[in-house]
């Protein structure tokens, strides 16, 4: 009875964030006759970017990838990703203003002499150093990927963020249209007219349509969001595409008119227009898109986000109970952390609910899901031996493990539609979940190796009993560790075999799970063999921490292979990081002290 | 000689090697950043040593490469097995696990000696009845005057060294390789030094190998016949020219060529449609795939299948995959895969998860109990 207990108390402390957290952006200025449903614009169903999802999505994915954070300030007031969307894409002059293009390089700050006071800077003070740019991105596109130097991979995202800002501006009118739904209601008269009365289609007739029909093709390719509802043979639609099609005789979707009218009341901050317009809209695609709602909820509600802190509040009450040795206060924190692991499971649930997949895709799944099956595990060595160390491991991979996912969504959409090569849920439930889950194991192994050290060489607590116990702890997960990762690795080389024809080629990322399992096996051998002790086995899993990384991300950095499409450039400096800091905790371990308990009993 | 055995037997060896072999794996991954993966794969695994070239043209050696690691771990196992090994119940987890990696290892090294990789370029509407190799090349003299089948007369590559001369009482004419090209650059311009055939329309200049994993040599040949001791003139062959030469030999017309290995397949296959989707709006392939026919006429078989990513076409003991496409989505790229021991792979697998799983949970349980029995001594 007493793990329901738990399981209740660890509940409790999910509903902060499950109930209260749902962040519904603030009731902002320019209302004129009703409240900003700012939700209702959220949930609009678009096609952006190969897949189906909320426009709140598209707000906060766009907005992360040019700003770097959800939320900016102008003049004071705090404007949200939303807000910020359908101010580029209606009332553009104003958002042209907003200080969001975040340029980190100095080379690119002195290129464009923009001084170093801020770091953000708006669209109206890069837009005359277009062409600069743009001649600097086209020198940098001639260099192969992987041989481009950081100021060139600068350089490129900075323009393509321009790009991308541009491509929202023109989503649902031309930039500068003052009023473009009465310019397609003309224009559907115009047509209406041309088919009612076919001879009237004269020279200048087609003169004018070709016009027209160069005027909405420009459009279309200057814009990114669709938002058209498929139609018969057609797929989802720009709004500029659609008037293209209209133009060729396909019948008019109420979607273009609709969104080109919200334009205009937003221009006019007319709430109640706006309000009207989408409740029928919204009410139409709930049935047809039931998951669009739910996913911009998900978006609202951030629970991987708000997992974080939860974590940070178990690791310290763990600490506080292990210094005071509470065995009451442990108790409370191995229920923060089993609260915070629950709110980690819904939103990786929620997550899977949407995309249809399994966790893993892409990079961000695999950090969620890595520092979840970390925690789950560091969970069970703690329901073994009770003594705060699996609480302490399961906080550090599930926190650390949470801030690498929200780093790496500061690069776009984190559900992404999945390529061809990887099309296949057999195989993205087993192959890439198994190898994900042997990451897992060699982080808790490695965290509690760092914990040992610390305890064994610096603070120098280590009972003899509890230094046995670590051993214990360290083996058997290493021993799982192996056994995922060499399950998960041979998955792979089955799939490889299966959609390209070889079960082994040698590619990166092949090469840095076998590095895992090869670690494995050379630690198990070296402790069999007496090669190393128990001391020795702890350094050689921190270690292991190193060769995870390197396999995990160090081989994506490369750029080059057959799985290069989790290809990622940044978080170089991290990595690097990372390993000095495991390198540090070897040191440490290696310090010429004497087992603290053997020191005691003498 | 027991004494020795246990000495090779060492775990230590075995640790020993695994670290070297994760330095190898290292190595070759990282080697992949300035070579194509092809190379690096001969130079650091398909290898017994890893040479670093030196200024003075000398080479040393700087690691043990995949070979030589793989054999020492083979001996170092066998060892294991004739002297330390406990041959009980319990162990036989291990045991099956260290099998199940020999057969791995060996696996590999047939794999890597046996397989034959080879591509099928079909444009809309082709048919094939052969693939071809992606780096093997060689020179044939067609017979067209068969009946039902052509006799084709083939020179590997082998013999095509500048300086070879090429006479077999099989073949109807002598060959003289005058020059070899590994790689050209080739224009339309007249050229003196063929005096027969296409070639004298075409300037080839030497150029350096290419190694890429996408990039092709263009291998060119000049070359002489003769006949009956007398020569009847110069040609220059290309494995980028399209269509054969015709050459008069004594009383025979033959079609001859310079073009990548063709190994022949019982059954035709014909290209009906190639289908590319991608995501809405963007580049991101969705899905490709080939609709093609098979006609087999030993079989008697005519069908319609479609090849895709992840759905390959098995047949005649090779597999078809889809690879890519070119041309605008006009033209499918099947990779041709010839392996038979394609299946070890699979049962070695199967066995050193078993084996490893059994010695694990057996383990675990022991564990268990010990903990347990822990747990209530603490209590007491």
């Known amino acids: ?602 | 000689m027991k004494k020795i055995l246990k000495k090779l037997a060492s775990l230590r060896i075995t640790v020993v090697v695994l670290l070297a072999g994760m330095l190898l794996v290292l190595a070759g991954t990282l080697a992949q950043t300035h070579m194509p993966i092809r190379e690096a794969q001969s130079i650091y695994f398909q290898s017994f040593f890893v040479w670093l070239p030196m200024q003075n043209g000398m080479q040393i050696p700087i690691l043990p490469g995949g070979y030589t690691l793989g054999f020492i771990m083979l001996g170092n196992l066998t060892c294991a097995y004739l002297t330390t090994f406990k041959w009980t119940f319990k162990r036989s987890g291990v045991l099956v696990m260290h099998a199940g990696i020999v057969m791995l290892l060996v696996g590999q090294l047939f794999t890597d000696l046996l397989t034959i990789e080879s591509q099928m370029v079909l444009n809309h509407g082709d048919a094939k009845n052969y693939s071809e190799a992606l780096y093997d090349y060689e020179l044939v003299l067609i017979d067209p005057s068969g009946e039902k089948t052509n006799t084709v007369y083939s020179i590997p590559k082998t013999k095509l060294i500048t300086g070879n001369m090429i006479a077999d009482n099989r073949l109807p004419v002598a060959i003289s390789v005058k020059e070899f090209l590994p790689n050209a650059e080739l224009t339309m311009e007249s050229n003196s030094i063929p005096t027969q055939g296409f070639g004298m329309q075409v300037k080839a200049v030497k150029a350096p190998m290419v190694q890429g994993d996408n990039q092709r040599n263009l291998h060119c040949v000049y070359i002489d016949l003769i006949h009956a001791g007398k020569s009847l003139g110069t040609w220059l062959l290309s494995t980028a020219f399209i269509k054969p030469d015709a050459v008069i030999i004594g009383d025979k017309t033959y079609l001859m060529q310079l073009r990548h290995r063709r190994y022949m397949l019982p059954m035709t296959i014909q290209l009906q449609e190639f289908e590319h989707k991608r995501f809405t709006g963007t580049n991101t392939p969705m899905a490709f795939s080939s609709r093609v026919r098979l006609i087999d006429p030993t079989q008697n078989e005519d069908r319609i299948i479609t090849i895709s990513m992840n759905q390959p076409l098995r047949y005649d003991g090779k597999t078809f995959y889809q690879a890519g496409f070119a041309n605008e989505d006009k033209t499918t790229i099947l990779q041709v895969v010839l392996n038979p021991v394609a299946i070890l792979p699979y049962i070695a697998c199967i066995m050193v998860t078993l084996g490893m799983g059994f010695h694990f949970v057996s383990h675990f349980t022991k564990f268990k109990k010990q903990q347990t029995k822990r747990d209530t001594e603490v209590k007491a």
């Open chain 1, 1 to 602: 009875m007493k793990w329901i207990t738990t399981l209740l108390l660890a509940f409790c402390i999910t509903t902060p964030t499950l109930v209260a957290q749902e962040q519904t952006p603030a009731n902002q200025t320019n209302t004129l006759n009703a409240i900003p449903n700012w939700n209702a614009l959220g949930d609009i169903a678009v096609m952006h970017q190969g897949r189906l999802k909320p426009l709140d999505t598209v707000a906060r994915s766009s907005m992360l990838m040019i700003c770097g954070k959800q939320s900016f300030k102008f003049k004071g007031e705090t404007l949200h990703a939303l807000r910020w969307l359908m101010d580029v894409m209606c009332n553009p002059q104003l958002a042209d203003r907003y200080r969001v293009f975040l340029i980190h390089d100095p080379d690119i700050q002195a290129l464009l002499k923009l001084g170093e006071e801020d770091k953000r800077w708006s669209y109206l003070e890069l837009e005359s150093h277009l062409g600069l740019l743009a001649s600097q991105a086209d020198q940098a596109q001639q260099v192969q990927p992987h041989q481009r130097n950081r100021y060139q991979r600068a350089v490129l995202e900075l323009f393509g963020h321009i790009t991308t800002y541009r491509r929202l501006k023109n989503s649902i009118a031309p930039e500068k249209s003052p009023d473009f739904g009465k310019e397609i209601a003309q224009l559907i008269d115009y047509v209406q007219w041309l088919i009612k009365n076919p001879k009237k289609i004269d020279d200048d007739a087609i003169k004018q349509l070709n016009i027209l029909k160069t005027h909405y093709d420009q459009l279309a390719a200057r814009s990114s969001i669709h938002f058209v509802p498929p139609n018969g043979d057609l797929p989802w639609q720009r709004i500029g595409e659609h008037m293209r099609n209209v133009l060729a005789g396909a019948p008019v979707d109420p979607a273009a008119p609709l969104f080109a009218l919200v334009r205009e009341s937003y221009q006019l901050g007319d709430w109640q227009m706006i309000n009207q317009l989408l409740e029928d809209h919204l009410e139409t695609q709930a049935q047809q898109l039931p998951k669009i709602r739910s996913e911009a909820k998900f978006n609202r509600m951030a629970l991987l986000y708000n997992a974080m802190p939860v974590y940070v509040l178990g690791l310290v009450i763990t600490l506080i109970a292990m210094m005071l040795k509470k065995r009451k206060l442990l108790t409370a924190g191995v229920i923060v952390v089993i609260g915070a692991f629950l709110i980690h499971t819904i939103g990786l649930g929620w997550r899977m609910w949407i995309e249809g997949r399994p966790p893993v895709i892409n990079l961000y799944g695999s950090a969620v899901f890595v520092g979840w099956g970390a925690t789950l595990m560091a969970l069970f060595l703690e329901r073994f031996y009770k003594n705060g160390l699996g609480n302490i491991a399961a906080t550090l991979t599930g926190f650390s493990t949470l801030i690498i996912a929200h780093h790496l969504s500061l690069s776009g959409d984190t559900i992404e539609p999945v390529r061809a090569v990887l099309d296949s849920n057999f195989w993205l439930t087993t192959h890439v979940l198994i190898v994900t889950l042997g990451y897992s194991s060699m982080f808790v192994a490695g965290a509690i190796g760092m914990i040992f050290v610390v305890r064994d060489v610096i603070l120098r607590n280590l009972s003899k009993e509890s230094y046995a116990s670590m051993g214990r702890m360290v083996y058997g997960i290493i021993c799982f560790a192996m056994l995922f990762s060499f399950v998960g690795t041979v998955l792979g080389g089955i799939w490889a075999d299966q959609s390209w024809g070889r079960f082994w080629g040698w590619d990166p990322k092949e090469n840095g799970a076998l590095l895992i399992v090869m670690w494995n096996a050379a630690v198990l051998h070296a402790r069999w063999s007496g090669m190393v002790q128990i001391r020795g086995m702890m350094i050689m899993a921190i270690l292991g921490n190193c060769v995870t990384a390197f396999s995990w991300f160090g081989v994506n950095m490369m750029g080059v292979g057959l799985h290069s499409y989790g290809f990622m450039d940044g978080a170089f400096f991290w990595i690097i990081a990372f390993w000095i800091s495991q390198l540090i905790f070897v040191a440490i371990g290696l310090f010429p002290v004497r087992p603290a308990q053997i020191q005691s009993q003498s």
